[in-house]
């Protein structure tokens, strides 16, 4: 994919993206019609597939931290050269907006969480005033036994 793309996708100007999805799905149409070589066509459809999915999360209810933390993930596939691996997932196992992007939310939001909990004087080291630690879900529901589960550091 081209550095455009990549801009493209990291910007929150809607009609740019707009302009980019219509210009991929024109170039699709051409490839039907016959004025542009089939081998174009896979690449084509996975150019206006980022678009769409572009325009689905400018037009998605998230705060801007949420929409920056999609935004780099999509980049993120891109620039690692997995754009027609991300595309072959999610159009046919998945849907990008239903199955990705809550993942995506609930970490901001558990690092808003635990970025507010730090700040009040006297939290737990260990779980920075959560009362537990996530990665532990699985382990007594992810209570921190440094603090028993308070949030306040032990004294």
Known sequence: MTDTLTTDLLTADRDTLTRGRDAALDALRDVLAGRRAMTEAHGL???GWWYKVALA?????????????VR?????MLDGGRAAEAYDIYTTEH??????VPVIVADVREAERVKAARA????CSRCGGLGYISAFRHVDGGRCYSCGGEGVAPT
Do not use: H, I, K
């Open 120 to 123: 009040r004087p006297g939290a």
């Open 72 to 76: 780099r993930d999509l980049a993120a």
């Open 45 to 47: 459809a996975v150019r």
């Open 95 to 100: 849907d990008y907006m239903r199955y990705r």
């Open 57 to 69: 999360v400018a037009d998605a209810d998230l705060t801007d931290p949420e929409r920056d933390a």
